[in-house]
């Protein structure tokens, strides 16, 4: 018979293992019905009797329950008809060694099979599944209220042998790792092909919204946590994490991805075949999205990535071709929401999105060279009005007028035809390049690549026009022109246009010569004082300030600088001695500095700058002594300076009395004429009659400038030949030989239209300035960049001493690039005369190494 003690004993084991099971198996449902104190007092005496060693045995006893409730499940679940199926069916298999693939055969193939039987998706196996992942849930909840029960096992003789790390205490774990290791030893080994198979076909059926998700996230949460334990219990720390996911990602991930790249190929040709590629484009993105949130709520997050490549190299790379045919129609149509959709696929894949970057920029040349194709051949001599005026010839009365009213309207439809021309390119080129980067931020969020693309593409169809820098420039200068007619730009209108020009002035390669172009009309601007607004071109200047630096405008910034200090000079004069001298006329000068100006008479290089006096004492003494005093002035103030006096830009303001010596004549007018002009018409206030001769030693002037000026003079009717044989004098290569008998007079029939008339224009049209700016600007531009190419070659050698030719081509186009575009051939021509001039030599045995000579 058993002691009283004996039979206490005895119940209290009994108690503690219908606990223990409960707690296993109900997990939380047991927990809150019932009190554990009294549980832990039981193990609480069994750990402090003295007559035995309790703690170890009771350690023992724990350890078997646990194993004798994992078989108790494992055979729950092995004794279902889908585990006895799948049992058999691997036996066959095993026997007949046909199957060389691994057992966890494709879930899209078996879950196909499913989905041809409507009413078979909810089979034993899923049943299984669910119990299995129920009583997962439960063991795990249990396994925290059994820690609890035995807490004080734990906290004395668990954490001795814990701590002491004892060969005979190996093996023994806290109670919650005792209890994983147990469920995996004990269970999930030997179902687990079967589980994992289960799980892998309910996923197929999860992606059609078919299941419960929670029954995957169990099953995957049991697999990281039975790692993580064994982590813990091989005592790896250095190698924790991944020994902790080594079970999750050979048993669960890898045939995972396989089956996902297996299922959506599938998927991808089923859509490619029932939707329209639009349609399909959408399809793919809706997969993308719902796999990437499904795959969130149950995958650990190492697993996100290779699974969305995996989808990806599915969904989208194996259908790049039918992307980019679509992306090639959308983008030529500008279809923004489709670009938009055709970029969040590719962003995607790495290296995708290249083809339709290179797309764009094709097409956006294409677009740019076509519509800018009127502007490529740009030939300004053919589009130059001819007129009577310009070759001499006189005629009388309604003809003359017929003939000046000619030229000039003429001169207007060419300036017009030139602004229109300058403003079309600017307009059409803004619009494709505005349009496009529209299509840009829309379709592609301003991603760095199309940006590039854009850029690239709009600078080689800007570069494409060779005219234009100078288009540009024409357009700069009608902007920030003051009009005759008063019509000038708001201040909004001219915001806009600066806007354009600093965007397509990015643009350009040949930055240097719109800079010698902008200068030479931003002088002409300044000396005859017909600038819009003085706050418009600081503007203008600041932008191009901004984009090249302060190098680039510094010329430009000191041709204001002349003309501000040109202003205090007069008003100093005026209030000089010097300024008191009385000429009867009111004068005015500008001082220029040499060098900041884009005006060389020393070379001749422009027809407008030819001069014909070569100091002031050889002009007539009306203008002399006005020259003289401000000279004697200047050279007071300024010791050391010397003034060269520019005739050639000079304008003279006339009122002219038409006529006072005829008493019936009561018209006047004032006429704007260069200086050769004025010092003619000015010879007639004394005759009416003067021959050439004449006319050339009163002036002293040149022959052919007294020529240029008569033409015009005579074709616009003010003077006229007063030989009786006027056709025979009127062609001015007959006058040769015949300056002592051609006599020229004021014209008694000339009745002006306009109170004001400008002749000064008419000697060299804005044609002919336009084609010599552009001519002697493209001759300065190329002598300065061969300097600019050697001082270059020469800082680069400097500051390495040594470099390959490679290197120094890479580098010199770099350090240009704010100017211009420099040539390969450019760069190595100048390079052989820096050898020539020894700065620089050839390393012996090496062809293409220089070095550079201190």
Not at 286 to 293: D, M, S, W
Not at 616 to 632: G, R
Not at 660 to 679: D, M, N, R, T
Request: hydrophobic fraction near 35%; proline fraction near 2%.
């Amino acid at each position: 018979m058993r002691t009283a003690n004996e039979t206490t004993e005895a119940s209290n084991w009994s108690q503690l293992r219908s606990a223990t099971i409960s707690c296993l198996r109900y997990g939380n449902q047991f927990v809150e019905t019932q009190n554990l104190t009294k549980y832990y007092s039981m193990v609480y005496t069994l750990c402090c009797d003295t007559d035995r060693p309790g703690g170890e045995q009771l350690y023992r006893w724990l350890k078997k329950t646990l194993s004798e409730y994992t078989k108790e499940v494992f055979q729950e679940l092995t004794n279902s008809k889908s585990y006895i199926a799948f049992r058999s069916a691997r036996k066959q298999r095993r026997e007949s060694c046909c199957e060389k693939q691994p057992f966890l055969k494709s879930q899209v193939e078996e879950g196909s099979d499913c989905s041809t039987q409507s009413g078979e998706c909810e089979t034993d196996n899923f049943v299984q599944l669910r119990k299995y992942a129920t009583l997962w849930e439960s063991y795990c909840a249990g396994l925290q209220a059994v820690s609890t029960i035995f807490s004080y096992l734990e906290r004395s003789w668990i954490a001795e042998r814990t701590k002491g790390r004892v060969l005979e205490t190996r093996g023994v774990f806290d109670i919650y790792t005792l209890g994983v290791l147990t469920w995996k030893d004990q269970l999930f080994r030997n179902i687990r092909d079967w589980i994992l198979r289960n799980t892998l076909t309910y996923i197929f059926y999860l992606r059609q919204s078919k299941f419960d998700i929670c029954v995957v996230q169990t099953v995957v949460h049991s697999l990281l946590r039975m790692g993580t334990v064994e982590a813990i219990a091989l005592e790896e720390d250095s190698e924790e994490e991944d020994l902790a996911l080594s079970m999750y990602r050979n048993k669960f991930e890898k045939p995972f991805l396989e089956d996902t790249s297996r299922y959506y190929q599938k998927l991808g040709m089923e859509l490619r075949a029932k939707y329209s590629d639009r349609d399909f484009l959408r399809q793919v993105e809706v997969c993308l999205n719902e796999e990437q949130r499904l795959s969130e709520q149950f995958c650990h997050p190492s697993s996100i990535t290779l699974l969305r490549s995996r989808c990806e190299d599915a969904l989208i790379v194996k259908h790049l071709d039918v992307i980019y045919s679509l992306s090639d129609l959308y983008l030529r149509d500008s279809k923004e929401e489709e670009l938009r959709l055709v970029y969040r696929l590719l962003s995607r894949v790495p290296g995708a999105l290249k083809p339709v970057q290179d797309s764009l920029k094709a097409i956006l040349i294409e677009r740019g060279n076509q519509s800018l194709s009127p502007f490529k051949q740009r030939i300004e001599s053919n589009m130059m009005p001819t007129s009577p005026l310009l070759s001499g010839k006189q005629e009388t009365g309604k003809e003359r007028k017929e003939q000046l009213s000619g030229l000039e309207k003429s001169m207007m439809e060419y300036d017009a035809l030139a602004e229109q021309e300058a403003e079309s390119f600017v307009n059409t080129a803004w619009n494709i390049y505005i349009h496009s980067k529209k299509l840009v931020e829309e379709a592609f969020l301003n991603d760095e690549g199309f940006v590039l693309a854009l850029e690239q593409g709009c600078n080689k169809f800007v570069n494409g026009v060779s005219s234009a820098p100078h288009l540009l420039a024409r357009f700069c200068h009608k902007m920030l022109q003051r009009t005759e007619s008063g019509s000038d730009f708001t201040e909004e209108e001219r915001e806009n246009r600066l806007v354009k020009v600093t965007r397509l002035f990015r643009l350009l390669e040949e930055k240097d010569l719109f800079q010698r172009l902008y200068s030479v009309k931003l002088a002409r601007r300044l000396i005859h004082g017909t600038s819009a607004s003085t706050d418009a071109e600081e503007e203008m200047l600041s932008r191009l300030r901004e984009t090249c630096g302060q190098d680039y405008v510094s010329q430009l910034q000191r041709m204001f600088t002349d003309c501000q200090t040109s202003r205090e000079e007069v008003s100093s004069f005026r209030s000089s001695p010097y300024g008191g001298i009385p000429l009867g006329f009111e004068f005015s000068v500008m001082v220029l500095t040499a060098g900041s100006w884009p005006i060389d008479p020393s070379k001749n290089s422009y027809k407008e700058y030819n001069m014909s006096y070569s100091d002031i004492h050889s002009l007539p003494n009306i203008f002399s002594k006005a020259l003289e005093a401000f000279s004697e002035y200047y050279s007071e103030k300024y010791e050391g300076r010397r003034l060269m006096w520019l005739h050639s830009l000079s304008k003279v303001d006339l009122r002219a009395n038409l006529w006072s010596h005829h008493p019936s004549s009561k018209s006047w007018c004032e006429l704007q004429v260069s200086l050769p002009q004025a010092l003619i018409l000015l010879r007639y206030n004394d005759c009416i009659t003067s021959t050439l001769l004449e006319l050339r030693e009163t002036t002293g002037l040149e022959a052919e400038e007294v020529e240029r000026s008569l033409r015009i003079l005579i074709g616009c009717g003010v003077l006229r030949i007063s030989n009786s044989n006027v056709e025979g004098m009127s062609d001015p290569t007959s006058w040769k030989g015949m300056e002592d008998t051609i006599s020229i007079s004021l014209n008694d029939e000339f009745s002006p239209k306009r109170r004001k008339m400008k002749l000064a224009n008419l000697l060299e049209p804005e044609m002919n300035k336009e084609s010599n700016d552009l001519e002697g600007s493209r001759r300065k531009m190329e002598e300065d960049r061969r300097l600019q190419i050697q001082a270059c070659l020469v800082r680069i050698m400097k500051s390495c001493r040594r470099a390959t030719l490679s290197y120094l081509i890479g580098e010199t186009i770099t350090l240009l690039s704010h100017r211009f575009k420099a040539a390969v051939s450019d760069i190595k021509v100048n390079l052989e005369s820096l050898i020539e001039k020894d700065y620089i030599v050839k390393v012996d045995g090496a062809t293409d190494t220089f070095e550079y000579v201190a």
